[in-house]
C-alpha cells in the first residue's frame, strides 16, 4: 500500500518546508522536495495549504473507562477508535486509576489490542494509583519485560485522599523493578505518576531521588497544572532533570478553583526557561473529573475528553504564540521520547506513517493517518471502531 502526501508543509518537528512524503505500508519511506512516481499506482493526498505535523502521543488515556467515586453507576465509558482519531491522536497509552476492582489489568490489555486492531497504536500501563501494584504477572517486572504493549506502571497516586501515601521505600522499589522490566524489554519501564492536590506535591519524589539511586528520568508527573504551587513545583522538578505533564481535560469549576489550562501552563513553563524537551500535556482522557468538597466528600462528576488534547494544542499556537516546532514536541515528540517509542513523535524516514494534516491558518484537522492508513479524510472519520 502506497500513499503520497503532495505539496505539504511539513514540520517533523522542526519545519522542512514543502515536501512529498511517500508512504510504503506503515512507515514513512521517502521524504522530499518532488517524488517522481507514477501517480496511478498510488494514493494522492493533496497537501496544499495544508501542514504536516507528527501524530499526538496521548500518554494518559483511560482507554477501558475509569471513574467510579460517585459509585457503580459513576464508572465512565470505554475510549471509542474515532474518539481519538478525529482529535488526532495516533497513540494512546492506557492507564487504570481509583477503581482497580471493577476495572481490572486483563480488561486494559484486551482494549488496547483491540485499539491496535482497529487502527491507532495503544499501549498500558501495569499497577493503578496504589501499591503495592496490582499485576497480571504477579510481578511489576514481568508484567513490562514480557507483555508487549506495557511500557511501564501508574498512574501511581501522590499527595492525594485517594492515594496509599506511598513511602519512599515503596517508589523507590516500585520504581526499581520498573526499571528493571525496562532495561531487560528495552522499553521505557517508567514510573507514571497521578500527582493530586495535596500538601505533599512533589516531595516524595524528590525525597526518592536524593536518597535512592533511581533518577528523576524515571518518574513521569502528570496534573502539574492543578495550581500555581504545583506548577511551580513542577518547574523544580524539571530542573532535577524530570519530566512534567499538562492534563488538557477540566471543567469550569476547575479552572475557577486555581487549576491552569493546560496551554498557558505550557506557555509559563517556557517563558521560564523550560525546554520544550521537559514538557508534554496529556487528556486523561475517559477519566471521570470529580469535583469534592471541603470534606472530601463527592459533590460533581464530570468525563475527560481525548479531543482536549489537541484542543490545546490550538491554543498553545494561537493563544500563547508557541512556535509549532515547541508546540509539536509537548504533544508529541516529547511524551513519545520520554517513553521510548523511538518510531512515534517525528516525522522522520523509517518512522511510523502517524501524521496529522492540518489546515494551515486555522489548525483545523483534515487528514489522520494512523500506521499508513488514513483514518480522517476532509475531517471526517472514514475508518470507525467495531462498534461504533
Known amino acids: 500500500m502506497l500513499t503520497l502526501i503532495k505539496n505539504v508543509e511539513c514540520y517533523a518537528p522542526s519545519p522542512m518546508g514543502t515536501v512529498d512524503i511517500l508512504i510504503a505500508n506503515n512507515a514513512i519511506a521517502c521524504i522530499d522536495a518532488n517524488i517522481a512516481i507514477n501517480e496511478s499506482l498510488v494514493d494522492v493526498i493533496d497537501g496544499s495549504g495544508l501542514i504536516a505535523l507528527p501524530g499526538l502521543v496521548d500518554s494518559l488515556v483511560h482507554i477501558s473507562g475509569g471513574g467510579g467515586e460517585g459509585g457503580f453507576h459513576t464508572r465512565t465509558p470505554q475510549m471509542s477508535l474515532t474518539e481519538a482519531s478525529l482529535h488526532g491522536v495516533t497513540t494512546v497509552i492506557g492507564a487504570l486509576g481509583t477503581d482497580a476492582t471493577t476495572r481490572t489489568l486483563p480488561d486494559l490489555l484486551a482494549k488496547a489490542k483491540g485499539l491496535n486492531i482497529e487502527g491507532i497504536s495503544a499501549y498500558c500501563y501495569t499497577g493503578s494509583y496504589h501499591l503495592p501494584a496490582r499485576t497480571i504477572t504477579g510481578s511489576v517486572t514481568d508484567d513490562i519485560a514480557l507483555i508487549d504493549c506495557m511500557i511501564g506502571v501508574g498512574e501511581v497516586a501522590i499527595a492525594d485522599h485517594r492515594a496509599a501515601e506511598p513511602t519512599v521505600q515503596a517508589l523507590a522499589e516500585v520504581a526499581a523493578q520498573a526499571r528493571t522490566g525496562g532495561m531487560i524489554s528495552g522499553k521505557a519501564g517508567i514510573v507514571y505518576i497521578h500527582t493530586g492536590d495535596g500538601k505533599r506535591q512533589l516531595s516524595v519524589l524528590h525525597d526518592v531521588v536524593n536518597e535512592t539511586d533511581i533518577p528523576a528520568s524515571q518518574f513521569f508527573p502528570t496534573h502539574i497544572n492543578r495550581n ?50 521537559q514538557l508534554s500535556m496529556s487528556s486523561d482522557g475517559n477519566a471521570s473529573l470529580p469535583v469534592f468538597n471541603e470534606n472530601g466528600a463527592l459533590v460533581g462528576l464530570e468525563v475527560g475528553k481525548v479531543g482536549s488534547l489537541f484542543a490545546a494544542f490550538k491554543a498553545l499556537v494561537l493563544e500563547h504564540n508557541v512556535s509549532l516546532k515547541n508546540a509539536i514536541s509537548v504533544v508529541s515528540t516529547t511524551p513519545a521520547s520520554k517513553l521510548k517509542l523511538h518510531h512515534k513523535g517525528k516525522i522522520k524516514v523509517g518512522c511510523d506513517a502517524d501524521l496529522v494534516l492540518c489546515d494551515k491558518a486555522s489548525l483545523d484537522i483534515v487528514h489522520v493517518l494512523a500506521k499508513g492508513k488514513q483514518l480522517v479524510k476532509d475531517s471526517i472519520a472514514v475508518v470507525k471502531g467495531t462498534f461504533e
Not at 523544580?236 to 524530570?242: H, K, M, V
Open 228 to 277: 500555581q504551587s504545583l506548577l511551580d513545583a513542577g518547574i523544580t522538578w524539571t530542573r532535577a532533570g524530570g519530566v512534567i505533564d499538562m492534563t488538557t481535560s477540566t471543567n469550569e469549576q476547575f479552572i475557577e478553583e486555581g487549576e491552569i489550562p493546560a496551554a498557558q501552563a505550557i506557555a509559563y513553563c517556557l517563558s521560564q526557561g523550560v525546554p520544550a524537551s
